[in-house]
């Protein structure tokens, strides 16, 4: 069965500070996708990455980056230097298959507030 | 494009009552499905649909009925609203998996 745990509930940093938010899944395919996804405090899912499984190399967007590591079924997502807008509820999320085109197993999301 | 559209955005229902949650997208996505948030549950899939005329449920399908007639529109329906389904619906669609577009969502209240 597929399964995605993001063990931080809540993180708080200050500002200007990096963070890493953790994500482990489990799953019985070779072939899948992660996910992450940001709910700011207005509440809609804000998309930020997709990555499939035969992809480990590391990705960046900006302050963004991501570390996909098959080994450890591991898929972490890093902030550099944190600001006030990063604020907000982050969700792992996985989708076995091919496609990447099946239901999404989300894990319960962890809390992230930057503080000024 | 719209893209996925929700109706309405919040809802109160008395225990019993019955209502529709409208989900529809421009996108011309075969994907489609509906997700539950609670407080510290994250998502948890609804029902689901490949296409029209085609639904299949996910984790928590009790109490609620899908139904895909078109391509664009993925109605979900609460038969006889209950508190435990006090929570916040979005629906999302998808076309080749590259990224699920969700909707803005629905706060529905069961009293």
């Known amino acids: 069965a597929q399964k995605v745990t993001q063990a931080q509930t809540e993180i708080s940093v200050v500002e200007k500070e990096d963070v890493t938010l953790d994500c482990v899944y489990e799953t019985r395919d070779t072939t899948y996708y992660l996910f992450w996804y940001k709910q700011p405090p207005s509440g809609e899912l804000v998309f930020l990455i997709r990555?499939?499984?035969?992809?480990?190399q590391n990705e960046i967007s900006g302050r963004y980056s991501w570390n996909f590591q098959k080994s450890t079924s591991s898929f972490n997502f890093t902030i550099t230097a944190s600001q006030v807008v990063d604020s907000a509820v982050y969700f792992c999320a996985l989708s076995e298959g091919d496609s990447g085109n099946t239901p999404l197993v989300f894990g319960k999301g962890t809390r992230l507030s930057v503080i000024a | 494009n719209a893209g996925v559209t929700q109706t309405p955005k919040f809802q109160v229902l008395k225990t019993g009552q019955s209502m529709t949650l409208q989900c529809a997208q421009d996108?011309?996505?075969?994907?489609m499905s509906w997700y539950r948030q609670d407080p510290g549950m994250g998502l948890r899939l609804i029902h689901y649909s490949v296409g029209a005329g085609i639904t299949d449920q996910g984790e928590v399908p009790n109490g609620y009925n899908v139904s895909r007639s078109t391509t664009e529109d993925f109605p979900l329906r609460l038969l006889s609203a209950a508190p435990s389904q006090t929570s916040v619906y979005f629906c999302?669609?998808?076309?080749?998996?590259?990224?699920?577009?969700f909707g803005p969502g629905t706060r529905l209240t069961v009293l």
């Open positions: 999302a669609s998808s076309y080749d998996g590259n990224e699920q577009f």
């Open positions: 990555r499939n499984s035969f992809d480990e």
């Open positions: 996108m011309n996505h075969e994907y």
